[in-house]
């Protein structure tokens, strides 16, 4: 399975600040995703994001308050905009590789805002 | 829609014992795949074992076994011979296209004591 990297790994922020993810792949891979957990839930899909087209988002999620970029195959972020205490969470990128059914994760960054 | 549940908030196994942990799911699809994703506490979110619903044989990997039953909707995941690395939270997931998000249940907390 490919390797995946996030940064940063954990930060805290002020609130009405922004945050960007960065996550990082060793190889090609044309669907990636970002998932939020919030404390003690389940993951929920933020968005899906494509290369070369515009990131597709879940209901509830919007591009003003969650940007995503994917400049290319192995790389996508996600900027946590005007952030406030709800958005403390893990955020995880993950990515399925070519026509396979299994989704792989990144190791997560744990947001705290004060 | 497509759900996820996992009914055991909590579960705990003394070493080198068995446990199962339960999931239920609904959808629609015909063709759908199903997955157990581990959690520990460094946040990272493991593939532990995945099934291809067309396929009537429960899936292996090592310790780790499922109970697939497609009529009942039922997944349940057994880990044999426990191990204390093993403690972390478990969660069953749902996808239909490797396109697309994965559906993922609550969660269930899994403690191996020595």
């Known amino acids: 399975s490919a390797v995946i990297s996030q940064k940063p790994s954990r930060d805290i922020c002020q609130r009405g600040t922004s945050l960007t993810i960065q996550c990082q792949v060793d190889?090609?891979?044309?669907?990636m995703f970002w998932y939020r957990q919030q404390p003690g839930q389940s993951l929920t899909l933020i968005a899906t994001?494509?290369?070369?087209?515009?990131?597709?988002?879940e209901s509830g999620f919007v591009i003003d308050k969650f940007p995503i970029s994917r400049p290319n195959l192995t790389f996508s972020t996600l900027t946590v905009s005007n952030m406030s205490p709800e958005d403390s969470s893990i955020y995880l990128c993950?990515?399925?590789?070519?026509?396979?059914?299994?989704?792989?994760f990144g190791p997560g960054t744990r947001l705290t805002v004060l | 829609a497509q759900t996820v549940t996992q009914s055991q908030p909590e579960m705990s196994v003394q070493e080198a014992e068995t446990v199962t942990l339960s999931c239920t799911y609904d959808t629609s699809e015909n063709n759908y795949y199903l997955f157990w994703y581990k959690q520990p506490p460094s946040r990272q979110m493991i593939l532990v074992i995945r099934q291809e619903a067309y396929k009537q044989q429960n899936a292996t990997e090592n310790r780790f076994s499922v109970n697939f039953q497609k009529a009942a909707k039922s997944f349940s995941l057994k880990i044999s011979d426990s191990q204390l690395g093993d403690t972390a939270m478990y969660f069953c997931?749902?996808?239909?296209?490797?396109?697309?998000?994965?559906?993922f249940g609550t969660g269930t907390r899994l403690q191996v004591f020595p």
């Open positions: 994001a494509n290369q070369g087209s515009e990131a597709t988002y």
């Open positions: 993950s990515l399925a590789p070519e026509r396979t059914d299994t989704q792989y």
């Open positions: 997931a749902l996808g239909v296209e490797w396109t697309d998000k994965l559906i």
């Open positions: 190889s090609q891979v044309t669907m």
